[in-house]
């Protein structure tokens, strides 16, 4: 006899025949697609429902631009559909298009364009080379533009932020790990945690800043934003202007921790990318009002010996010499000017620094032991008193390519080092007053191999010599390849 034939449950039919769409002939002739307004289309803002705003089972309206929840009768997208007769929808999280209120799926190569702008994909065979292209794209708007040289949207005081995410998008490792998503969407993290959000939401922005079938030439981080304000509980805001290195600090312990990075320097694309290590040399002076005998007990005392400290880095802060106090003989106030290699001879295993605590007063010397793929300098410019921040206006004379970072080395140190070499690919500024003024940087292009200003949605071309006039504030340098470091 034969087998009694298998029971399919009913939810599994229903789930079959739903999955299993389009099954409606007007899938592929829909009459409504010349209706679609590709130019009011903008998927950089968070996904919420215009009128409940809901962040679920959210659609685009394909006519006018705007969010609705659900496409049943009862739905919002469907009442306006009704409403406004706007036909078009597509399902943010699925990416599937609906013609509604008629609820069937629209099946069109002509829309495939629409999906890439919504989530731009990447073939990994592409991501070595993507940097290296000298060809303009044009946007639907008709303007043309370089792929990663777009402006940011500056919601109100965020440009603090911008000119970290434009920074950031240039280093090579880190843009290409982004780019291809594969390579952390499966990231496992505990339940309740939401830090892995700012590694969705940041990849995403990496990915439309360097989407070279835009519908603009710029680009909106307001979710990337979002998630930054999210995660930081607050501490970085989008209305009130931060310090820039602030959220860079933040920015990659976070991506680092979220992509369960630990003290390994291969433990994640952050640690690979930018994390160094130096022996940190530190030894407790006496008060200075003491007797010279009381001094040289104490400092036989194991307390005030030299300790030593094996530390790691993901930027290197450089001290500042103090501006004049007084003005010049013309009664004017000369803004000073030093070489590059005399703020990092704070590096150099030999030079001692004084730190202070709020009773202790130490002298430390800082040893670098191992040079990161990328180096980031941060040039002190505020300090902080009691009353008011203050500003050094000291200008920073630095050569743009092929800095050799191999002086700060101990001999041993750097025969263990095949390049020591380094170009300058990022350069971040601060203009104006502390507490307020403006933030922009300086992006070197590759492909073109032309240095770009950005300042949120400004951009222009600049020449290399202008960029070393400025008052850099925090500078992105890349190590230099074998072949190019011995040219």
């Known amino acids: 006899m034969d087998a009694p034939a298998k029971k399919v449950p009913k939810r599994e039919i229903e789930q079959k025949s739903y999955s299993d769409e389009p099954q409606d002939k007007r899938s592929r002739s829909c009459p409504y697609l010349d209706t679609i307004n590709r130019s009011v289309l903008d998927f950089d803002f968070e996904k919420l429902c215009s009128v409940s705003l809901s962040n679920l089972n959210v659609y685009a309206c394909l006519v006018c631009g705007k969010y609705f929840q659900g496409r049943g009768q009862k739905s919002h997208a469907y009442t306006h559909s009704v409403q406004e007769g706007h036909h078009v929808f597509l399902n943010l999280a699925t990416t599937k298009f609906y013609c509604l209120p008629d609820n069937y799926q629209i099946i069109d190569q002509s829309l495939e364009d629409i999906v890439y702008v919504l989530n731009p994909t990447y073939p990994k065979k592409n991501l070595e080379v993507i940097d290296l292209t000298d060809m303009p794209s044009r946007a639907y708007d008709g303007t043309t533009y370089l792929p990663g040289i777009v402006g940011l949207n500056n919601i109100k005081a965020n440009d603090y932020c911008n000119v970290i995410l434009q920074a950031l998008s240039h280093v090579q490792p880190l843009r290409r790990y982004f780019l291809f998503e594969e390579n952390y969407k499966d990231t496992k993290r505990p339940p309740g945690d939401i830090l892995f959000f700012i590694v969705q939401r940041f990849g995403e922005l990496i990915r439309k800043l360097w989407n070279p079938r835009n519908f603009k030439a710029h680009v909106s981080p307001h979710e990337m934003l979002q998630a930054i304000v999210l995660c930081s509980k607050k501490k970085f805001q989008i209305t009130v202007q931060g310090d820039c290195i602030e959220v860079l600090s933040w920015l990659l312990n976070s991506l680092h921790g979220a992509l369960n990075g630990s003290k390994k320097l291969s433990s994640s694309i952050i640690n690979q990318t930018f994390r160094g290590k130096m022996r940190v040399y530190s030894r407790k002076l006496p ?145 104006g007053e502390p507490g307020s003024g403006i933030y922009k940087c300086y992006i070197l292009h590759k492909g073109t191999g032309k240095w770009y200003e950005m300042q949120d949605l400004m951009v222009k071309e600049i020449l290399p010599q202008m960029i070393t006039l400025s008052e850099s504030y925090v500078q992105i340098y890349e190590q230099m390849s074998e072949e190019g470091s011995k040219k």
Do not use: W
Not at 325 to 339: F, G, H, K, M, T
Not at 359 to 384: A, Q, S
Not at 412 to 429: D, F, G, M, P, W
């Open 287 to 431: 008060a200075v009002d003491l007797k010279e005998s009381e001094k040289e007990r104490l400092l036989q005392c194991e307390e005030y010996q030299v300790m030593c400290e094996e530390s790691q880095f993901l930027y290197l802060t450089c001290d500042l010499p103090p501006p004049p106090l007084y003005p010049d003989e013309q009664r004017e106030n000369i803004i000073p000017q030093v070489p590059i290699y005399q703020v990092l001879n704070k590096f150099n295993g030999i030079t001692e620094t004084e730190h202070k605590t709020y009773k202790d007063l130490y002298m430390k010397r800082y040893e670098i032991t191992k040079l990161p793929p990328y180096i980031i300098l941060y040039m002190k410019r505020f300090t902080k008193n009691m009353f008011l921040k203050e500003k050094n206006p000291t200008i920073v004379n630095f050569p743009v390519k092929n800095i050799d970072f191999g002086e700060l080395l101990l001999p041993e140190v750097r025969a263990k080092h095949k390049v020591t070499s380094y170009n300058l690919i990022a350069n971040i500024v601060h203009e």
